[in-house]
């Protein structure tokens, strides 16, 4: 059974960083396209950051610059670094893992940007 297990987020205030991780299990973390997507109130889940089994890394046009996205194949875990954030990035976070054959989600978890 695929888990995706969130962690990290929290409330901050602009210009601040937070660091998100995700521990997987029930999957052969190594050979999966991980990301993260997030989902602000009102609008529709959107791509943050994704990391392919040979490290190439995509990144959304608005966070690019403030955010990186990395993995530890050996700890089966994504990590999303998340600096300069601002009240736009406040949102449910989601981890993902997909291949050709599986698209699992985790649970999210919350960030909120505020003074």
């Known amino acids: 059974q695929v888990q995706l297990v969130e962690s990290g987020g929290g409330l901050v205030q602009p210009g601040g960083s937070l660091r998100l991780s995700c521990a997987a299990s029930?999957?052969?973390?190594?050979?999966?396209?991980m990301g993260w997507y997030r989902q602000a109130p009102g609008k529709q889940r959107e791509l943050v950051a994704t990391i392919t089994p040979s490290d190439i890394t995509n990144y959304a046009d608005s966070v690019k610059g403030r955010f990186t996205i990395s993995r530890d194949n050996a700890k089966n875990t994504v990590y999303l670094q998340m600096n300069s954030l601002t009240p736009e990035d406040t949102a449910v976070y989601y981890c993902?893992?997909?291949?050709?054959?599986?698209?699992?989600w985790g649970q999210g978890t919350q960030v909120t940007v505020s003074s």
């Open positions: 029930g999957i052969r973390f190594s050979v999966y396209i």
């Open positions: 993902n893992a997909r291949n050709s054959f599986r698209n699992s």
